[in-house]
């Protein structure tokens, strides 16, 4: 059996937004037993100029659904982007999980070649869906996962590389 650009791209989003799941749960708890307002670690950000780790949930589980959504040629959920609790958050990646499970594998069939364009305000980027999937989309996941994992362990959320990895016991 050939590994498809569906195995290279809806597997590990998935396994990467449970981990992340997993991370947010961790930094809820420790929010919760050190008497910390939850609000201050949904705030909080790595640089003044970067994202909270609310955004930075809120663009890795965009960036996920898109991934999947454009590739299978399906219709690409539109979420709120309202999250204010880890809850929110949490729901926010369960659906996100959802859509990526919920998509057939065979609709991904061809789509290593099809074209994909995304348009920003100041910028406008084409790929086909192989460079797509491994020069922007995973890379862009897993940088704002690690970003939240980051601004977690920098508030001094007890996290370690097996939470990010999903390697945990």
Known sequence: MAFTIYDASVPPLAFMLENLAHVLKVGEAHAS???????????????????SLVK???????MSKGCGGRLAGAEIPKYEDNETSFADLQARIAKTVAFLRGLDAAAFAGSETKAVTLKFPNAEFNFNGKDYVNNFALP???FHITMAYAILRHRGVPLGKPDFMGRRG
């Not at 930075?56 to 965009?62: G, K, R, S, Y």
């Open 33 to 51: 037993e050190g008497k910390v307002p939850a609000k201050d670690y949904l705030d909080a950000r790595l640089a003044p100029d970067m994202y």
């Open 140 to 142: 862009n996941v897993y």
């Open 56 to 62: 930075q949930v809120q663009v890795a589980t965009d």
